[in-house]
């Protein structure tokens, strides 16, 4: 079973500052990584597929980077509207699925 | 526009098994090559994937619940379901159906489901 594994847990970031979010994978998960955003009440938004195309409707704001193991989701100028936890998962071993344990991304 | 919806009960007993059943709606279970699942998360916690089913019937399933968990698809009235048996207080926490593609993800809003006597 892949293990993803995110850092940091929790990040506080000022606004129209950048927040990097990494996830790790313990083993090759190639390209096949997505981020998702959830906010507080809600399901998870897809953000980010194929490690570093982003979605419908996702501002160029968001970027993904990473391959095999390592994976950085990227947020530049970040507004209150981003608060937030961030999931990365891996689909490697599609239709097995697994979750990253999230980062709190605070704005201050 | 493709839509999910979950439905059940929102409080378990200990010990007891939990049905829920998600209705699709906006396009059809039946011949595509898109996989159903469930996914859940404990208050204040992370996602957990629980399972994944195929319209054709082939299932797939998170090995630490594979024991406990049954999913099931129904294409007549489009429909797929969880079952998940002898529940703790573990167990509870927010149940989504989601259909979750490479390339894209559409998920119901959830229901709350509580385990208590």
């Known amino acids: 079973e892949i293990v993803m594994t995110q850092s940091p847990a929790t990040l506080s970031v000022s606004p129209g500052e950048g927040a990097t979010l990494s996830c790790r994978a313990s083993?090759?998960?190639?390209?096949?990584l997505v981020w998702y955003q959830q906010k507080p009440g809600q399901a998870p938004r897809l953000l980010i597929y194929?490690?570093?195309t982003r979605a419908t409707d996702i501002p160029a704001r968001f970027s993904g980077s990473g391959s095999g193991t390592e994976f950085t989701l990227t947020i530049t100028s970040l507004k209150s509207e981003d608060c937030a936890v961030y999931y990365c998962?891996?689909?490697?071993?599609?239709?097995?699925?697994?979750f990253g344990g999230g980062t709190k991304l605070e704005i201050k | 526009q493709l839509q999910l919806q979950e439905s059940g009960p929102g409080l378990v007993r200990p010990s007891e098994t939990l049905s829920l059943t998600c209705t699709v709606s906006?396009?059809?279970?039946?011949?595509?090559?898109?996989?159903w699942g469930w996914i859940r998360q404990p208050p204040g916690k992370g996602l957990e994937w629980i399972a994944n089913?195929?319209?054709?019937?082939?299932?797939y399933y998170n090995p630490s619940l594979k024991s406990r968990v049954t999913i099931s698809v129904d294409t007549s009235k489009n429909q797929f379901s969880l079952k998940v048996t002898s529940m703790t207080a573990a167990d509870t926490g927010v149940y989504y159906c989601?259909?979750?593609?490479?390339?894209?993800?559409?998920w119901g809003q959830g229901t709350l489901v509580t385990v208590s006597s």
């Open positions: 194929g490690a570093s």
């Open positions: 906006g396009a059809s279970i039946s011949g595509t090559s898109y996989y």
């Open positions: 989601a259909r979750l593609n490479w390339n894209d993800a559409y």
């Open positions: 089913i195929f319209y054709s019937g082939t299932t």
């Open positions: 083993q090759s998960v190639s390209g096949n």
């Open positions: 998962q891996q689909y490697n071993t599609w239709p097995l699925l697994t």
